[in-house]
């Protein structure tokens, strides 16, 4: 027994330190598990009392909706009448008398004003009346509440009193009703475990009684102890964390705190309550060390700490046994010796003939006994017996590792052994093991050198390495299994894609990997089949990840051995949400406009192919409409490109909301939108669609106090079964465009086929008018006006007229519509204005005097630098610009009013007058009528042609002639052709005509001859 007790002591010390350091470490672990447990219960519970409060809300604002569906089937004025009041104050007594949560309820109006009060009482209700609301909290509250929509609530505590806001919304009235009581949705409570419940607002104050007193909190010694003080005070830390993170747990000194929003993105209440309501928070307090002693002393814990008991004393019976054992052993200690020696002799031969190299060394460090292999991997000659190991090797670094090596092995016990890696560099270099193990015999102490050569293996190594590296860091997830698939390796990026560990992973079949891919599981059992049969897989995936959508390109490939078959697998992932948001960006940019969001012309002609397509196989037709904002252009003149955007965005929107849900509004250009209507009964039906459209574009708009109206003109075209080429579709629809560019005001067209024709056409003729701006096939025609008093010349009308190449003379309805569309009207005009003022100059050299009216465009108007071109006019012609006058529409000034008002503002500072064309026919306001600087208004010839046998045309230049003459203004009446047009308009006070019966539009020639010749010099006009 003396012989154990060593032995006894050197296993029973370790043996009692490992039993205690499991036992510390499984009461650690359940320490963990029984927290974990109790955080677990402490959530449940808190969850619980949530649902009690969202129970309790949804009865609040259920009865509140009720009393606002009540009040909404009678409409309520302001003020209130008499019956209204009964009425109100009947349902909300009904509402109080039902529920004893409610203490009061009163009906708010636009003003403010406490309209109707009633109040539980001890011997029953309290009514006031019309009572000004000035508590600031209140006035916030109901501000609030009317910025609402129609029967959303909000939720409120000012003092011990909760109060549901309400806007009611009536046909010409809005209210706030405020339905007020005093129990809170969940009332302190603590249990037998000493948990402790509160509830704080979001601005760390107390909503339930405070609880500074009951709660101990030894990580906070120093909170106030008032009962005044807020929370936010009295629990900074945790106040800090609940603000930080809402809703979650924490642990404060002895204290498990839990805390969760009671109001908090609830669906229940989203239909009824705002998004800005004031949140709660419900939050619980238990303490954490009491609650594990409980837990601890459970009868599960004693019979824990019975087995660890017995397993101690089977350890102690063990280790006896174990060291009885150890003395057998001792015993056969020097038999083993001898054996060992035997063994050397044995095994000698086959030391010498060993591919490792093999060194025997005396207590001297020489060389004692060497085999062949150690002469041939250290490349030393056969005569090295006796000489010292250190002198074989010339490297100062490996004869401080060996001397190391040998230095640490004398301190270790017989048949220790130690391990090192040398570096031999020969003409390639040698990587070497070598082993030094200690042997005591009886003549001297020996040390037994193996050396290894592993260079193949130090190499393979350093590519595996390499290889690990690169998988290690790359930004793929790889995951390796054997041919059955068992995970054997999984790569840092896998392990934090999925958030798995190593541990769990290694050894785990890849189907779970599987499911991280593929929900489907016959989709799963393809894959698995695919792969058992040899094949790769590629698939790339859509993943919801937090309400996010993250595609994965995953790939999953067999690996064969030498003898072919599959020894292995390998799966690669990798995250290409950015790769395809980045194409999905391209394809938006590519096929979308980026102002409106509406597709543009590319995906606009991708849609029509497909749907031209698509009609074609049910022997149907789809229609091609292009919409042209005309002015648009001009305006930029005017108007910022914010302005610009936004004109463009509200008509887009007007245009849509004309539109059903199957057709396809795009934009095409820059003042251009298209639609494509997919099937229709008839062309009624676009017809209808067409004037719809007109009508929305044409109404007036306001930008920054400044109105403006757009026209608009519509090209439409039909698919047929010859035709269904988007472009050509296109192109038949900008062509039936153009003609509507040619009529008066905003229209719509079909294509024809003779449109084409005339299409080439006018391509020819408007490349004809550009060539010939500025030369002579450019003249004025002009059109006498006379005085209505003496029939003698007081002016002329200036109109453009054009000739081809063979002095055929075109007709303006054909040229001045092409001028306009191509913009070509801005450099024509610009040319027309200079003549116009040089004939000016030289009828006034020849001593006559009489005003010369041209005709302004809008393009030349808001476009061109008019001003500009006027006054360098004026100034090289040298004429007198008191007897030039410039006419305009009232569409043209209503595009703009008031850059239309600033230029002509200084146009009649130069001296020039103003006419306004065509009155009558326009959508002016008087308002803007009296504030732009006009002299003239010239009466449309519609109104005059039916004179005097139109009683509606006499009553509208009657009153267009008062009109005048109230604004000081001449009147000119246009279009006058007969005897009876002449005699009522004299009657009426015209001051000057003009039309066909006086005479129609001359050449230059004719005039001066028919008119200039005759007539003595006028006296010059002021």
């Known amino acids: 027994m003396n012989g154990l007790k060593p032995y006894l002591a050197v296993i029973f010390v370790p043996l009692v330190a490992i039993v205690t350091i499991i036992s510390l470490y499984f009461y650690q672990k359940d320490s963990i598990q029984l927290t974990e447990h109790i955080k677990e219960n402490e959530l449940s519970q808190l969850e619980s009392l ?81 009572e000004s609301i000035t508590d600031k909290e209140q006035l ?98 945790l106040w800090n964390t609940v603000k930080r993170l809402n809703k979650g747990q924490t642990i404060i000194g002895d204290y498990l705190y839990t805390y969760s929003p009671i109001i908090y993105n609830n669906k229940q209440h989203d239909e009824n309550l705002s998004n800005g309501i004031s949140e709660w928070v419900l939050i619980s307090s238990i303490n954490i060390d009491k609650a594990l002693n409980s837990l601890y002393f459970s009868n599960f814990t004693r019979i ?68 062949d292999a150690a002469h041939s991997i250290l490349n030393i000659n056969r005569n090295v017996l006796h000489q010292p190991l250190l002198q074989l090797f010339s490297s100062e670094q490996i004869q401080i590792e060996l001397t190391n090596l040998l230095n640490t092995i004398d301190l270790l016990p017989n048949t220790e052994h130690l391990k090192t890696h040398i570096k031999l560099k020969f003409k390639r270099t040698k990587h070497l093991e070598v082993i030094a193990t200690k042997q005591n015999d009886s003549v001297e102490d020996n040390i037994l050198l193996h050396i290894a050569d592993v260079t193949y293996w130090v190499n393979r190594e350093k590519r595996l390495q390499a290889l690990s590296r690169a998988a290690e860091q790359s930004a793929e997830s790889v995951v390796i299994t054997d041919k059955n698939g068992f995970i054997q390796y999984a790569n840092g990026a896998y392990l934090k894609q999925t958030g798995k560990t190593f541990r769990d992973l290694i050894g785990s079949h890849s189907s779970e990997c599987f499911n991280d891919y593929v929900d489907n599981e016959n989709e799963r059992n393809a894959l698995f089949s695919k792969l058992m049969s040899g094949q790769s897989i ?111 965005l509200i008509l887009s929107q007007r245009i849509k909301s004309n539109l059903r849900a199957s057709d396809i509004l795009a934009r095409i250009d820059s003042d251009e939108f298209g639609i494509l209507i997919r099937s229709f009964h008839d062309t009624k039906v676009i017809n209808q669609l067409a004037e719809r459209i007109l009508q929305s574009i044409s ?198 009013v008031n850059f239309a008002l600033t230029q002509l503002h200084e146009l009649r500072e130069l001296g020039i007058k103003i006419a306004i064309d065509d009155f009558g026919t326009g959508y002016s306001s008087l308002a803007y009528l009296s504030r732009f600087p006009i002299n003239i208004l010239k009466v449309d010839r519609e109104f005059i042609k039916d004179l005097p046998s139109n009683k509606d045309s006499i009553t509208i230049c009657r009153s267009i002639v008062e009109l005048a003459h109230n604004l000081n203004l001449t009147i000119v009446a246009e279009g006058v052709e007969t005897q009876e047009q002449l005699s009522f308009l004299e009657s009426l006070g015209v001051e000057e005509l003009q039309g066909f019966y006086f005479d129609k539009p001359l050449p230059l020639t004719n005039f001066e001859d028919k008119y200039l010749t005759e007539m003595t010099k006028a006296p010059v006009l002021t």
């Open 50 to 130: 949530l649902h009690l409060t969202n129970l309790h809300l949804n009865t609040v604002s259920e009865d509140l909706n009720s009393l606002t569906y009540q009040l909404q089937q009678a409409p309520l004025h302001e003020p209130l009448r008499v019956l209204e009041k009964a009425r109100v104050l009947k349902q909300f007594k009904s509402i109080l008398i039902n529920s004893d949560l409610y203490e009061s309820i009163r009906l708010i109006d636009y003003k403010n004003t406490q309209v109707l009060f009633l109040r539980k009482t001890e011997n029953g209700f309290f009514i006031d009346y019309n």
């Open 140 to 237: 916030k509250n109901i501000d609030h509440t009317f910025s609402l929509k129609d029967k959303k609530s909000f939720i409120n505590k000012t003092g011990n009193t909760i109060s549901f806001y309400q806007h009611l919304q009536m046909e010409h009235s809005h209210w706030v009703i405020q339905l007020s009581y005093r129990q809170l949705p969940i009332n302190n409570i603590s249990n037998n475990n000493g948990r402790i419940n509160f509830i704080i607002n979001h601005d760390g104050q107390w909503i339930s009684s405070p609880y500074i007193q009951k709660i101990e909190n030894k990580a906070q010694p120093n909170i106030p102890t008032s009962e005044e003080s807020l929370f936010s005070e009295a629990y900074p830390y």
């Open 304 to 371: 824990r700490l019975a087995a660890i008991c017995v397993m101690f004393f089977i350890l102690i019976g063990s280790t006896v046994m174990l060291v009885w054992r150890l003395v057998q052993k001792h015993k056969n200690e020097q038999e083993l010796r001898q054996q060992r020696d035997d063994n050397l002799n044995r095994y000698a031969a086959i030391i010498k003939n060993s591919e490792d190299g093999i060194i025997v060394l005396n207590d001297k460090r020489k060389i004692s006994a060497i085999n």
């Open 699 to 896: 109404s007036p708009l306001s930008i920054h106090c400044r109105v403006f109206s757009i026209s608009a003109n519509i090209g439409i075209a039909f698919s047929s079964e010859t035709e269904n080429d988007p472009k050509i579709l296109q192109k038949y629809a900008h062509i039936a465009l153009y003609r509507t560019k040619g009529l008066a005001g905003s229209n719509y067209c079909y294509f024809t086929e003779s449109m084409e024709v005339e299409n080439v056409q006018r391509l020819l003729l408007e490349s004809d008018l550009r060539r010939s701006i500025g030369t002579d096939r450019y003249e004025y025609f002009f059109q006498p006006k006379v005085s209505a008093v003496t029939h003698r010349l007081c002016g002329v009308e200036a109109l453009l007229r054009w000739k081809n190449d063979n002095g055929e003379y075109r007709s303006p309805a054909d040229v001045i519509p092409i001028l306009e569309s191509s913009e070509l009207i801005i450099e024509a005009g610009n040319y027309l204005i200079k003549q116009a003022c040089r004939q000016l100059k030289q009828w006034q050299d020849q001593e006559h005097y009489f005003d010369i009216a041209i005709n302004i465009s809008a393009r030349q108007l808001l476009e061109a630098d008019l001003v500009q071109t006027i006054t360098e006019a004026i100034s090289q012609s040298g004429c007198d610009p008191h007897y030039l006058e410039l006419e305009l529409t009232e569409s043209v000034l209503m595009c703009d």
């Open 538 to 648: 590629h698939h790339v995936i859509a993943k919801k990840v937090n309400h996010d959508i993250h595609y994965v390109d995953y790939t999953i490939s067999p690996i064969r051995g030498d003898d072919g078959k599959i020894c292995n697998y390998i799966a690669t992932s990798r995250d290409i949400t950015d790769r395809i948001t980045y194409e999905n960006k391209l394809h938006r940019l590519a096929h979308y406009d980026s102002l409106t969001q509406l597709p543009n012309r590319t995906l606009f002609s991708q849609d029509i192919n497909r749907c031209a397509l698509e009609a074609a196989k049910h022997q149907a037709q789809v229609a091609v409409m292009v919409i042209d904002l005309a002015l648009i252009k001009q305006l930029h003149e005017s108007l910022s490109n914010e302005e610009i955007e936004k004109i463009l």
